[in-house]
């Protein structure tokens, strides 16, 4: 059983940053490949960026690239999403997922989300 608890979000102006932390309870985090989904109003959810939990191999959607770093510190069982040069578009609410390697986003666990709005 892992519990994911996601902080970090607020308002902030185009352009500006914002550092997402997901913690994690549970022994085995170190196995999970962790990932950051995000959903704006009327839309469905969308993955972001993930981290692989043998190698650190990381992947973003395409959209992100360049301006978003995934990380993860297994020692504090926290994943983090730096969000650098953001944009109104980049405006959902961003959700931390966790998934043993081989199984699917949809059949592990979800944090309850938190709300990263960009201003133009």
């Known amino acids: 059983q892992v519990q994911l608890v996601e902080s970090g979000g607020g308002l902030v102006q185009a352009g500006g940053s914002l550092r997402l932390s997901c913690a994690a309870s549970?022994?085995?985090?170190?196995?999970?490949?962790m990932a950051w989904f995000r959903q704006a109003p009327g839309k469905v959810r969308e993955f972001v960026a993930s981290?692989?939990?043998?190698?650190?191999?990381?992947y973003y959607v395409d959209s992100v690239k360049g301006r978003f770093t995934i990380s993860r510190d297994n020692a504090k069982n926290t994943v983090y999403l730096q969000m650098n040069s953001l944009e109104p578009k980049d405006t959902a609410v961003y959700y931390c997922a966790a998934a043993l390697r081989g199984s699917r986003w949809s059949d592990g666990y979800w944090g309850q989300g938190t709300q990263v709005t960009v201003s133009s």
């Open positions: 981290i692989s939990w043998s190698d650190g191999n990381t």
């Open positions: 549970g022994r085995t985090f170190s196995r999970y490949n």
